[in-house]
């Protein structure tokens, strides 16, 4: 009875495609060349567990809040404020404030850099809503809703940056 089985076991190896591995495969067509005298030795090789620290990891909103502070200190352009030391607002004559650095694309007040920097960082934030509405598959009116508040976060931000530089930016064609 127990040949049968055995027998009935190597049939259905050899029946499934895939089933042996490169090894055995090789292992079959290669002869041993030492005859009966010498064998391979089969050499059971212990497992070793490294000890390993283990640390918690912060959840991942954590690091992207971690990650837009940093980039909102660098597109603040903290360096060229402390490096420059520039005004952090004006007045005119009438006493009127002046937010932005008319005529000056290298110049920027402390006010400016701060407020590009929000921008900056609505329209980064629109792109992150984008990727957070596609988790949302089966929720098609709340990805919707997201996507709207995106869009309107990017246009806005990139309309308001444009505005900036616009004002900014002095006109070429202007005879003054």
Known sequence: ?????????QNKKKEILGSETIFEKIKKKTPWIFGQKIR??????PKFKR??????????????????TILFILQTGVIYLIVKKPPSMVSDNNNIPIL??????YEAFIIES?????????????????YHASKYVYNK????????????LIVLAFGMLQF?????????????
């Open 51 to 68: 000890p390993r620290l283990r640390l918690p990891l912060p959840p991942k909103s954590f690091i992207i809040i971690g990650i837009f």
């Open 100 to 105: 932005i650095w008319y005529d000056e694309i």
């Open 114 to 130: 701060i407020v590009a920097s929000v921008l900056m960082l609505l329209f980064s934030t629109g792109f992150i809503f984008i």
């Open 164 to 176: 900036m530089l616009d004002i900014k930016i002095p006109d070429p064609f202007d005879k003054n």
């Open 141 to 152: 009116k709340f990805a919707d809703w997201i996507l709207v508040i995106a869009f309107l």
């Open 1 to 9: 009875m127990r040949k049968q089985v055995k027998i009935k076991d």
């Open 40 to 45: 391979k030795p089969k050499i059971i090789f």
